[in-house]
């Protein structure tokens, strides 16, 4: 269980999973354009630090290289294979938030996992900004800015800092 918490009927029971004991949690699932859903969810996790106990654990190499290897195990903005070319090339599929993921018991879902991952990226991942869509205009400057911050920061490592900022390998700009 990735958060700990099974329900069965009317009995919740809880262990603790990989953030550690959850306490409480609240979410919503929400449906994207082509149909896929996500998660919206904020958990409350037992004896987490506070804003300043985490402040000073961030000053320390070590908690900044934990969080970074957690960060990179858990979220990609690179996929081998995929560069301009290899995604000018493949085909948007508009129905892919229907599609079912390979059983993990699967003789080639190690393949089966990555292929679905690539066409997910391509169909749902990559960002072309449009004016009013996501480039908003400040009335001030008359400057034209995306409201989910594009162009991304290129960064040659996966790295969080002092200031909790983190930064995420991407190797170009798609």
Request: glycine share 6%.
């Amino acid at each position: 269980m990735l958060l700990g918490i099974d329900v069965k009927l009317n009995r919740i029971s809880r262990s603790c999973c990989v953030l550690g004991w959850v306490e409480a949690y609240i979410g919503m699932v929400e449906v994207q354009n082509q149909g896929t859903l996500h998660l919206h969810m904020i958990l409350w996790l037992q004896n987490n630090p506070s804003a300043e106990e985490l402040h000073m654990k961030l000053l320390s190499v070590e908690f900044q290289e934990t969080m970074r290897m957690y960060i990179e195990a858990s979220i990609h903005a690179h996929l081998p294979g995929m560069d301009k070319q290899g995604i000018k090339v493949m085909e948007r599929d508009k129905d892919i938030g229907f599609c079912q993921p390979p059983h993990p018991n699967d003789l080639n879902f190690g393949a089966s996992f990555n292929m679905l991952e690539h066409h997910l990226m391509r169909s749902n991942q990559i960002h072309t900004c449009k004016k009013f869509q996501c480039l908003c205009q400040n009335w001030r400057t008359g400057d034209w800015t995306c409201k989910h911050k594009a162009p991304f920061t290129l960064s040659e490592t996966d790295r969080v800092e002092e200031s909790g900022a983190w930064y995420l390998w991407i190797c170009q700009q798609l």
